[in-house]
Each structure stands twice: as C-alpha cells, then as structure tokens.
C-alpha cells in the first residue's frame, strides 16, 4: 500500500501536516478533546498528536474504522485478521483489546453507553451497550442499507447514509426516537455524514469526494439550508471502505483528512496502438 500523509485543510484550502511520517493511513477520527488522531494503518492503528508539532505515538493491534469512547480512553474497531469482530483496546496501548461483538462500529452515543454499528452481512443500523451486558438493540431496520450513522452532540438527531432511493444519499432523523421522522438532506448522492461540534452543520462526502456542508438548525423542529461545498482537493475523502474518511476541528473550522505523499506518482496505464507496425518499422531486419 502507498504512504500517505495525514493533514489538516481549513475552509480555504490551506492545508497544515501533522508530524507523522508517511504511512498507507485510512480512516483518521479526531479524540472529543481534539488532540489526538487515530488513523488505521498496516501494521496498527496508530494514535498520534493532533496539535503539537512533535513526532509520538502509540501502536494498537491491527484494524480498522477506529472510533473513540467519549471519554477518550478507548478506540473501538472492527478487526478481521484474528477472530473477526467488533473490539476495543486502551489508546495508550496498555493492556490487550476485548472483542465486545461482531460488526462494523460508526460512532459512540453523546452520552458514551452505546456504540452504533452494523452486523456483517447485515443493511441495519444497530446500537451495542458498553457496559457489560453488551446488549444489542436495532436501530433503523429497513429493506434498504444504512450506515455511518452518527448523533449530533445534543443527542437529538440521527445522521446515516442509505441508499433507499436507488443511490446513496444523506438522511436525518429524530433520536432516539427515530420512527417519528426523516428529511433527505444531500441532493445528489452523499456518504458519510459528520456533525459540526456545535451541531448549526453537517458535513458529508459528495460523490466525487467533495466535502459538503449543510446549515441547520435543529434546536426545534428540524430545519437545513441547501448544500455547499467547503474541501476540494487531492484527498482521499472518497473511497471504496464504507467507514468515515475524514474528521473535523473542535472548532468546526478545519478538516482532517488523508492525503498522497508529495513525492508518489499516481498509478497511470499507457495503452499502445498498432505496436507491430512501429516494431517493425524501428527493427526492419529483424
């Protein structure tokens, strides 16, 4: 796998690297405090300073899709190298993971007791407890597939991607209650949605890999603006994982995301026509 870099890119593409050096990274998701990163790589999940210029970081068992405890003393992620399913581990890299179940995780509750995911094989949303019961209870079950879902830090709204209208699009629902409503938020296919900490946007990955940004205002009744684009760039935002490729500031202001080694050459195929006839016109005697 190619090396990449791991950078922050603010709302007028200036971008800023972190100190880390270059690794074939995925899946980058800030802590709740915002000062570290973890990032899935090939030999670990890596958890790096995300604010301090200095190299230093810790090294947890392989795996992917990382997501943080609200606490921030855990990383939940799915593992399939070993006995495959969902695990979690200390992010200082003491101790060893536990596996809590099987499943894809997508983020914790605001209120840290429950970690929403998707069973293998499976086109629901779940919610698994983080206590020791470990329960299982469904969430949005449907004919169609949900993922990345998400609830904004007020607890009051379910952000998902389904794929109920032929394509992938971005959705929102009351939570917990979420039978008692549903508002299509992007207008042409999105994936990936993210609350803004402060809950007044929500972002999304565009087909494309365009990140997308939707006013709202869900202190009442739900109300959003139309879509505008805030992060255009050589960014790997838009992949073929389904997991969420990218995180925002504390702030609301800057966007981390991966991104390709400045010195890698992108992948080219160079198709060559009517290759005898130039054979033979540079060889004629052979």
Avoid: C
Wanted: charged share 20%.
């Amino acid at each position: 796998m190619a090396p990449k870099t791991l950078v922050w890119v603010n709302r007028q593409g200036q971008e800023e690297a972190l100190a880390a050096p270059p690794r074939p990274y995925a899946h980058p998701t800030l802590s709740p405090d915002g000062t570290l990163v973890a990032a899935a790589a090939a030999d670990g999940i890596k958890v790096l300073n995300a604010v301090r210029r200095e190299r230093g970081e810790v090294t947890l068992d392989r795996g992917f899709a990382p997501v943080w405890t609200r606490d921030g003393r855990r990383l939940l992620f799915f593992a399939s190298l070993r006995e495959a399913g969902l695990f979690w581990q200390a992010a200082d890299g003491t101790g060893q993971s536990e596996r809590l179940g099987t499943g894809l995780p997508w983020s914790v509750t605001p209120d840290g007791t429950r970690v929403l995911f998707s069973p293998p094989g499976s086109s629901d949303l779940m919610t698994l407890a983080l206590d020791d019961t470990h329960q299982i209870e469904p969430l949005i079950q449907t004919p169609a597939n949900e993922r990345n879902g998400i609830v904004s830090s007020d607890g009051r709204w379910l952000a998902y991607e389904s794929d109920s209208s032929g394509r992938y699009e971005i959705y929102v629902r009351p939570f917990p209650n979420v039978s008692a409503g549903q508002w299509l938020i992007s207008t042409d296919g999105g994936t990936r949605p993210l609350w803004s900490p402060n809950v007044r946007e929500l972002f999304y990955v565009a087909p494309g890999g365009a990140l997308m940004a939707v006013r709202v205002n869900g202190r009442g009744t739900w109300n959003a603006g139309p879509p505008a684009k805030v992060v255009e760039g050589p960014y790997e935002t838009e992949l073929r994982q389904t997991s969420r490729t990218y995180d925002v500031s504390t702030d609301g202001q800057r966007f981390l995301v991966v991104k390709r080694a400045a010195n890698q050459v992108t992948p080219q195929i160079v198709v060559v026509q009517n290759w005898l006839e130039e054979l033979k016109r540079l060889a004629p005697g052979r």
